[in-house]
């Protein structure tokens, strides 16, 4: 995926997606730790976030939290 691009963005990638393919965004997601890729999520998916995220940035109306 990507191949040779340091830093890889996913905008809501699973919207759209029923429960059937999530597994299979989740798997694409999470086989890139470690390829030494940056990877900006950008979602609302809770489950995406704790399934395939080691670090987090939450930004919202009251500022930026980690």
Known sequence: MASGKKLLLFYEPTSGSNYRHMPEVFKSLKSLR????????????????????????CIGDDGVAR
Do not use: E, N, R
């Open 34 to 57: 470690g390829t030494g890729k940056t990877i900006l999520l950008i979602t609302h998916d809770v489950k995406l976030i704790h399934t395939c995220c080691t670090s987090l940035l």
